[in-house]
């Protein structure tokens, strides 16, 4: 393992030891490893690209960084199907690269958070070789086998995420397995508690390392019904596309049985448990879940023995409207003892630039959605070049490399928009990502007019350093990091919300309509004082405010 120098070590440990909880009110940078900095000029990115793009990183004023998957994989679904826990795929550097990586982000006062894909694996792991190999082998249970039915067909009527059934014949054994993605990624089974073992000695190996935390991708995954039964259908008025695209089947389906197993909750105490013996660590956990994602979420992160948060999808899809963000408030404020981790993009979904800004308008609505963002209630992630207000990437069919973008093709477009490389200087080849020919994704041509460079010239007004300061004003604010939320208006355009803490009343207020004028006017007996927070709409004389479309308030909320 590289070793941090004495000094580093120390003011980190520090650092750690002061703030626990740093995590609850935290914001958090996502880093794509394949399209953040090629460092070793073959088309894709990798640790050491991230390691020298780090003190930009720090200067946004974030917490920490999350990287998505950078271990061992044939990349069929780019690192989400790891086939070696315990290394890094060598597309991406070395085990030496990540200790420098976490040297550097700790001397930069960054934590690391990593993706870890444990409800699955690929089917070239070491265990699924062995697993596959008979029925009565070492880990021959380690995975979801089950038999056919009397008629050769799937043991029932469960769909994967990525199209089509979720059991995959093998040869073999005679048997199904089960594979909630693709027929590559093979489902782990959690109900056998050496699975657990092996699993959580895997986390341990990174936190031996210095990691921070963990994002657990699909958290929820982990166990099924052991008694196979099928899913009901959803009746059609109850149909949602925040889990999968509206073009898949898999929402047809209310997935009582495939996921979402009550069981869950013992496993994420153990992995709790791991945890506390690392304090300042976290955990949050992806929930994908349609029908039932409040709940669990409530069920995930309440008290001190689950989860430390959970990632929302409330505001990966929906609409941008104050009544869809008032109703999503209002429900984790249903769940008074859990904790969320807000995000309005990430390397699954369209980036939100696109997905709700009116065209021409993209650089006002990044601005007021990273104000909204940013004064919610709960933990937040970023996704790179959000800070940019980079718009989602037009990929054509050649260069689609998503096997979810390939599968349901023309109509969904898969996740390649929102993977493009990040653009760090407008005039340079493929903007700066990389000195290869190519890039392992097309680098678009409307992005290299957002470049890094382009928005940190001289004293001005860009979306980037609107982020930078935005960042800083929230850290600065006790009442934005880790107090209560209360909606007071969603009525038409206008959203307004108060957050308080020990004294401290902020109060925030919206318009999030593309056309008109709106007034907030403060409630009854109480005044508005200015805060001077960036982007932040003057009060009047008369101390209501006016905001014009895509603009906000964030200011003190007094008694006259």
């Given at each position: ?11 980190f ?11 609850r ?12 900095q ?44 790891v ?32 993706d ?18 008979s029925?009565?082998n070492?880990k021959?249970?380690?995975y ?51 699975v ?10 990174w ?46 389906q209310n997935h ?14 153990r ?9 300042g ?8 879940d349609?029908?039932r ?9 309440s ?22 963000f ?28 696109s997905?709700?800004s ?38 054509s069919?050649e260069?689609?490399?998503d ?38 994704l ?5 992005h290299?007019?957002?470049a ?29 990091v ?8 969603s ?20 318009n ?45 909320l007094?008694?006259?």
């Amino acid at each position: 393992m590289f070793n941090m120098a004495p000094s580093s070590q120390s003011q980190f440990a520090q650092m750690r030891a002061e703030n626990t909880d740093w995590w609850r009110g935290g914001v958090i940078y996502q880093i794509y490893p394949r399209s953040y900095q090629d460092h070793n000029g073959d088309g894709i990115g990798d640790l050491p690209g991230i390691t020298e793009r780090l003190p930009y990183v720090a200067e946004l004023g974030v917490d920490a960084i999350w990287l998505s998957p950078f271990f061992t994989s044939p990349m069929k679904d780019f690192g989400y199907d790891v086939s070696n826990y315990r290394d890094v795929d060598s597309s991406f550097g070395t085990i030496e690269d990540f200790d420098r990586l976490v040297q550097r982000a700790h001397e930069l006062g960054l934590r690391v958070i990593i993706d870890q894909v444990i409800s699955h694996s690929s089917d070239e792991h070491p265990w699924f070789a062995e697993s596959r190999r008979s029925r009565d082998n070492a880990k021959a249970d380690w995975y979801v086998w089950a038999d056919p039915k009397d008629d050769g067909t799937a043991p029932n009527n469960w769909l994967s995420i990525f199209g089509g059934s979720a059991w995959h014949w093998d040869a073999r054994r005679k048997q199904y397995y089960m594979h909630n993605f693709l027929s590559s990624q093979p489902d782990l089974n959690f109900h056998n508690p050496k699975v657990q073992d092996a699993l959580l000695d895997e986390m341990r190996f990174w936190l031996d390392r210095g990691v921070d935390g963990f994002r657990l991708d699909t958290v929820n995954f982990y166990f099924h019904s052991q008694s196979l039964k099928d899913n009901p259908a959803l009746p059609k008025d109850q149909i949602d596309t925040s889990t999968a695209p509206d073009v898949n089947p898999y929402n047809f389906q209310n997935h009582l049985y495939d996921k979402s197993q009550p069981e869950n909750l013992a496993f994420l105490a153990r992995l709790r448990t791991l945890l506390d013996e690392y304090p300042g660590t976290t955990s949050v956990g992806e929930v994908g879940d349609a029908q039932r994602q409040v709940e669990i979420m409530a069920a995930y992160t309440s008290g001190k023995d689950h989860l430390h948060m959970a990632y929302t999808f409330d505001f990966l899809g929906g609409e941008f409207t104050a009544a869809h963000f008032a109703e999503s408030i209002d429900e984790v404020n249903d769940m008074p003892d859990s904790w969320q981790c807000l995000a309005f993009s990430n390397h699954d979904v369209m980036r939100h630039v696109s997905r709700w800004s009116p065209p021409g308008r993209e650089d006002d609505f990044a601005r007021v959605a990273a104000m909204l963002l940013l004064t919610m209630r709960g933990s937040v992630c970023l996704y790179q070049g959000e800070e940019l207000a980079l718009p989602e990437a037009e990929i054509s069919f050649e260069d689609i490399v998503d096997p979810y973008g390939r599968e349901f093709w023309p109509e969904y477009k898969g996740r390649d928009g929102c993977r493009t490389p990040m653009v760090w200087q407008s005039a340079a080849h493929l903007g700066g990502f990389t000195s290869a020919p190519r890039s392992w994704l097309p680098v678009p041509a409307n992005h290299l007019d957002r470049a890094v460079d382009l928005q940190t010239r001289g004293d001005n007004d860009s979306v980037l350093q609107f982020y930078r300061s935005f960042v800083g004003f929230r850290k600065s604010q006790p009442a934005l990091v880790k107090g209560s939320i209360e909606v007071i208006s969603s009525k038409a355009n206008l959203l307004a919300y108060v957050r308080e803490t020990d004294g401290q009343r902020i109060v925030c207020a919206y318009n999030m309509g593309f056309d008109d004028n709106v007034t907030f006017v403060p409630p009854a007996g109480q005044k508005l004082t200015s805060v001077e927070a960036p982007g932040s709409q003057p009060i009047a004389a008369d101390g209501t405010v006016t905001l014009p479309p895509l603009t906000g308030f964030v200011g003190l909320l007094t008694a006259l």
